[in-house]
């Protein structure tokens, strides 16, 4: 009887585990990667996470996906819900699209747009600490 508890207890504790590996909730990336929202962290996190490989950000990068330069002027969204949201999970916004979910926390969302949006005011930005 007693092992049963230990076999079960041990089952759940491998499921939490598999689930926070493959899709962690929000509340574990934003514990796990906390990070300052700063533009120059932003342009460290672009680089680490290879956004690179299929968008044009800051004039390089590939064009296999739309450009990122002027995506915080080309629409008229001053909280950034549409982005945020596509930056959080791309299948949610669109099912079928080629954008790998990159797992990000808020604070790695907040610190890509901050990046994003410094671009857009013709800052140059140079990847910093995060
Ligand atoms: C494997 C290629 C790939 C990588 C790597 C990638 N993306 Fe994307 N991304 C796409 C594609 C393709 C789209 C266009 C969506 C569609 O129409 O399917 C897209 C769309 C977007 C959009 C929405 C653009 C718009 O016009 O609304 C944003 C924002 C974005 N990506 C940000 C990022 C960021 C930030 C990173 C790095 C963390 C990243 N992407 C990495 C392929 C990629």
Not at 33 to 46: D, E, F, I, Q, Y
Request: proline share 8%; with cysteine; charged share 20%.
């Amino acid at each position: 009887m007693k092992k049963k508890w230990v076999l079960a207890i041990a089952v759940v504790v491998v499921l939490i585990v598999i689930w926070f590996s493959v899709a962690p909730p929000r509340f574990i990336l934003n514990l796990s990667k906390k990070v300052a929202a700063t533009p120059g962290c932003g342009a460290r996190l672009v680089q680490d996470y290879g956004c690179r490989q299929c968008h044009q950000i800051g004039g390089r990068g590939a064009l296999v996906a739309p450009k990122l330069d002027g995506i915080t002027q080309r629409v008229d969204d001053p909280a950034r819900v549409t982005l945020r949201l596509w930056l959080r999970n791309p299948k949610a916004v669109k099912p079928a699209t080629a954008m790998p979910n990159f797992h990000l926390s808020d604070y790695e969302i907040d610190a890509i747009i901050a990046y994003l949006e410094a671009l857009d005011r013709g800052e140059a930005i140079p990847p910093g600490g995060c």
